[in-house]
C-alpha cells in the first residue's frame, strides 16, 4: 500500500514555499537531506523552523543533519480522496525524531496502513515527486 | 476587572439553513443582519459597529466586510470595526470584541456576522484549489495532508490512544446531536435521526473518522447584536448577558496543524477555559447546557476534558450511552444540534442557540437554565462565551 500518486495530477503538487529562515531546511530537501534547525546557544531544536530560537532568543541557529529515525506519534488514513495526486487509501503519519521535540509530518513511502501502531519505529526515506522535488517520507525499521 | 455583566446579546438574526442558498455571502449577511435587526427592535442605522470573521486567507467573497453589510443596511457609519481571524475559532471571540467595544463606549449596537456557502458556492475548505500560498502549510500539503477532517483525525487519534476513547463512543456525540436536530424545524437533520449501526455503516473518510463524525456543508448566515445592559431594557427581546468571554493561542499554535508542541490535543481550550471560570467566578458544575463547538465528534469529548468537566480520559466514558448528554442529562449538549446536525456557520448558530436557551425558546429546551457556555473551533486559536441570565 503505502502512498501511491496518480502522476496525471502532478499540477495538484503542493510545491513546497519557504520563507528566509527556513529555506535551508528546503534547499536540504531538495538534496534528499533531512535537517532540522537548532540553536547553537541552548541546543532547542526548532522545527518547522523559526527565525529566532523561542527559548533563548538567540539568533545563532544551524542546520543539523537527523539521524533519519524516529516513532510513529499518530496516524491517519486517507480513505476518501481530497487530492486527486494521492491515490487512496494512503497514510499521513507524525513522526516523533529521534531529534528532542521534533515532530514531522509525512506519509508511509513502505508498509500497510494496519500495521501502524504508536511508537512504531521507522525510518526516513526520500522519494521523488518530479523532477525537482524529492519528499522525506518513511519507512519501518527492519 | 472583568468584562461580567457589562455587555449582552440582544438580537439574533438567521437565514434558512439549506444545500443551496441561491444567493451570495453578502446576500445572506444581509438577510441575516436584517432579521437580528426586528428581533432586537432596532433600526439598521442604530447599528455603529460591527465585526466580521476571518479565516486563514481563503477568497474575499467569502469575507463578507462590514462594509459590504453597512452599505446594503444604510449604516450611515460604523465607528468600531474589527475582525476576529480562525474560522470557527473565531465566533465567541466576535462576542468578546464586541462587548469590549460597547462597554467602553466605542459603539451603541455591535453587529456579529458570519455567511458562508460552502454547499453551493465556490469555496470548499480542504479542496486543492483552495490552498493559501503560506510556508507553514508546506510542513503538510505537500504529502497529500489536506483537509480539515485529516488534521483533526490527527490529533483525536493520539488523544484516543492516551484516554483509551473508542469510535462507539463518539458514535453517541453523532446521534445526540442527530436526536436533537430530529426536532429543530431549522436542521438540516430535522427529522432524521441517525441508530449506532448508521453510525458505523457511514463511509469512512479518513480514519479513524466515519463521515457521521464530521460536520455538516451547507449555506446559511447568522448574525447577532449586543448592546449594554442598560440600552437592552429598551429592546425587545430578554438579553442574554455576557458573563465571560475568552480567547486563546496556546503555545506554538499553527492553523489546524500544531504537532509539534508537547500536548496535540486542544490545550487552546484549557487556556480559554481557565479564563472563562476566572472571570465569571463559576465552575462547570454551574453550566446547564453546553454548546459545544463539534465540528468533529471527538471536539466533545475533547472540550469536556479541556474545560474541567470531567477528568482527562473520562471525556469518552462520559458519552457512552448518550444519556449523560441527552436533555435530561447531567450536561446536556448541542440542543439545536449544533455544527454536525443542524447547520455549519462556524459556531455563529450555536451562539444563537444559547442565547435561546437563556429566553426559553429553544425546541431542546432545558428546565432553569441561568448559565449556557458557548465554545469556539478547536485545532486553531479559540473563543468561548459564557451566556447568563444576569442581573
Ligand atoms: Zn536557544
Redesign the interface.
Known sequence: MA?ELNRRYLK????????SF?EGF?EAVKQKKLVFQRCKECGEFL??PRPMC?RCHSYDLEWVKSSGKGSI????????E?????RVP?E?V?VEMEEK???????MAEGN?EDLY?GMPVEVVFVD?NDE?P?P?FKPVK | MTIKNKACIVGIGSTEFSRASGRSEIHMAVDAAMAACRDAGLKPEEIDGAVKFGTAGQTSTEFTTETDVARCLGIPNLRYFAEAPWGGGACCATILHAALAVSAGMANYVLCFRSLKPASGTVRYGRPANIPIDSHWSYTMPFGFASPTSWVAMFTRRWMYETGATNEQLGWVAIVCRENAAVNPRAIFYGRPITMEDYFNSPMLCDPFRMHDTCLENDGAVALIVTTPERAKDLRQKPAYITSAAMATGWDSYCMTSYYREKIGIPEMEEVGKELWRQSGLTPKDIDVAQFYAAFTSLVPMQMEALGFVGVGEGGPFCQGGDRIRPTGELPINTSGGMLSESYIHGMNMIAEGMRQIRGTSTTQIKDVENVLVTGGLGVPTSALILSQGR
Not at chain 1, 101 to 107: A, Q, T
Open positions: 502512498l495538484y503538487f503542493f510545491e513546497p514555499v519557504a520563507e527556513e528546503w522545527h518547522p523561542h506519534y499518530s496516524w491517519v488514513v486517507f480513505t476518501r481530497v487530492n486527486p495526486l494521492y494512503f499521513v507524525l521535540g521534533v515532530r514531522f509530518i509525512s506519509n496502513p504508536f515527486i522535488w519528499l517520507m
